[in-house]
């Protein structure tokens, strides 16, 4: 079965991580959505998508689309989910999930009350690279696990960019950190348990009340182990590096969330390095074929809802204990 995917929102993103995902793994990308129809028409048009629409609604009403991917801006990603299960659609959602862990529950609800797939695109957790850290992490080979760092940094994006919006759920937390709190949670998993925040601090940007520019915390993972996040919207320089600090030695990706960049790790064990190479498809190539396997039925989807609800709580907690607000938001 070829997946017929419908788009919602002429987002950029949607070229590497849909499109061309896609064509890798031989599914079909039928439609795409826009309330700006000349916008979607283009997208169609660069991207050889048989028919542009100009509204979302229309997306959801064409009965040739099995599954909706979600790529608009934050703010909107719990709505058009809801709105896409309700409509009997499949959905691969961009993350986050929602703009805060009470959207996010009322979207899980309404997807398990239906038979639909909803799985939120956290794309390198599906890449063998987070595999082999796992596997590293739990041989014994570093030792037991006694603390993991994660570091999302990017150059800053354009002043009038919907990541700088309060009102469309922006932030560095939501479109960054979000990634490293999703890695602990992975992390505390293999572990046998869930992150706990413990402490957060973080800093606005210039002329946006309420939206950070970075962020940094703390948590507690399971086993006594901790975890650090620097999440930066406006950084010097772009870094996506993931760290596992064990009793007797470390692992490290430099771009553990972009694998495809950089697909390198480091293991040090005393004063020994060595350094693998792990290749595979692109992360977001694995995230559609492990997402097309869960729609098939031949396996459940690798990242469910549970884990989209605890990611957006921990990112909510992470705000609080910065002394700033979780984003506000409504269906």
Not at 192 to 208: D, L
Not at 210 to 219: H, I, K, R, T, Y
Not at 282 to 310: E, I, K, M, N, W
Request: glycine share 10%; proline share 5%.
């Amino acid at each position: 079965m070829t997946l017929r995917i419908g788009v919602l929102g002429a987002a950029r993103i949607a070229g590497t991580a849909l499109i061309e995902p896609a064509a890798q793994t031989g599914h079909r990308v039928v439609a795409v959505g826009s309330r700006d129809l000349d916008r979607a028409r283009a997208f169609a048009s660069r991207h050889g998508v048989q028919r542009a629409y100009g509204s979302y609604d229309e997306v959801l009403a064409d009965p040739e689309v099995d599954v909706v991917y979600n790529a608009l801006v934050n703010s909107q990603h719990a709505p058009w989910n809801l709105r896409a299960v309700r409509a009997g659609k499949h959905v691969l959602s961009e993350k986050p999930f929602a703009a805060n862990g009470t959207l996010a529950r009322v979207v899980a609800d309404a997807a398990r009350a239906s038979d639909r797939v909803v799985m939120e695109a956290f794309h390198y957790a599906m890449h063998p690279m987070m595999r082999r850290i796992r596997d590293i992490a739990l041989s014994g080979e570093i030792g037991d696990v006694r603390h993991v760092e994660v570091t999302m940094m990017i150059p800053a994006p354009a002043d009038d960019d919907p990541r700088w919006s309060l009102e469309l759920a922006g932030g560095a937390l939501m479109d960054l950190g979000c990634y490293g709190l999703h890695a602990f949670g992975q992390v505390a998993g293999w572990l046998g348990g869930r992150p706990v925040m413990r402490s957060a601090r973080a800093g606005e940007r210039a002329g946006r009340p309420g939206v950070d520019e970075w962020a940094q915390a703390e948590l507690d993972l399971p086993g006594g182990a901790t975890a650090s996040l620097l999440t930066h919207m406006a950084a010097p320089e772009t870094l996506l590096r993931l760290v596992l600090i064990g009793s007797r030695g470390q692992v490290e990706a430099p771009s553990f969330v972009l694998p495809q960049l950089d697909d390198r790790l480091r293991v040090m064990t005393g004063t020994v390095e060595r350094r693998e190479w792990v290749r595979g498809p692109s992360s977001y190539a694995c995230q559609l074929t492990a997402f097309d396997a869960a729609v098939r039925g031949r396996a459940a989807a690798p990242l469910g809802l549970d884990d989209a609800v605890a990611t957006m709580d921990l990112v909510d907690a992470t705000y609080r204990a910065a002394g700033m607000e979780p984003r506000p938001g409504i269906l």
